[in-house]
T-cell receptor, first 115, second 113 residues
């Protein structure tokens, strides 16, 4: 497995501002992902963070709203831009250690509240 | 579109009761199947997984799950639950060749002493 940390663990933000969430892994990993868990709902994949190239976004998520960086094999950031109360969610980073369909391990999540 | 259905959203049991949580998925090809658990205040953890081979897989803490291909199901079981099993349980599917994990809605399990 891998040890994954996220910063911040929680934040309360004002409408219209942006927040950048960091994900750090204790070892080099092939795949990193960002998920959203809205209140009372399940996890939804936002995008796959690709090292050295643009992230791959799922339907309903766009780069302007959720820009992602992945400068190396142990670190990624997700920015939630121009926030509205609907963006209040838990944002989770996950990593895959092997093949594309292998097990994913999840970080502790960042609980975001937008006022 | 692929989807995962968990039929029970809330389950309340007494300690020592048996548990079965249902999970069905819609995808006709090769799939990898997972159960994740989220204990109160903790992050999501892998409980067990099925990739191939014996359709009855055993996970941590006495949990097991059975893959029934003909029924597109991957139900989670435990013969005797404990108070410490109180958590939310998520079934997830990853279809062959893709890295997208599709999660079910989750089942909140409360075990009373």
């Amino acid at each position: 497995s891998a040890v994954i940390s996220q910063k911040p663990s929680r934040d309360i933000c004002q409408r219209g501002t942006s927040l950048t969430i960091q994900c750090q892994v204790d070892s080099q990993v092939t795949m990193m992902f960002w998920y959203r868990q809205q209140p009372g709902q399940s996890l939804t994949l936002i995008a796959t963070a690709n090292q050295g190239s643009e992230a791959t976004y799922e339907s309903g998520f766009v780069i302007d709203k959720f820009p992602i960086s992945r400068p190396n094999l142990t670190f990624s950031t997700l920015t939630v831009s121009n926030m509205s109360p609907e963006d209040s969610s838990i944002y989770l980073c996950s990593v895959g250690l092997g093949q594309a369909t292998d097990t994913q391990y999840f970080g502790p999540g960042t609980r975001l509240t937008v006022l | 579109a692929q989807s995962v259905s968990q039929h029970n959203h809330h389950v309340i049991l007494s300690e020592a009761a048996s548990l079965e949580l249902g999970c069905n998925y819609s995808y006709g090809g090769t799939v990898n199947l997972f159960w994740y658990v989220q204990y109160p205040g903790q992050h999501l953890q892998l409980l067990l997984k099925y990739f191939s081979g014996d359709p009855l897989v055993k996970g941590i803490k006495g949990f097991e799950a059975e893959f029934i291909k003909s029924k597109f199901s991957f139900n989670l079981r435990k013969p005797s639950v404990q108070w410490s099993d109180t958590a939310e349980y998520f079934c997830a599917v990853c279809s062959g060749g893709y890295n997208k994990l599709i999660f079910g809605a989750g089942t909140r399990l409360a075990v009373h002493p």
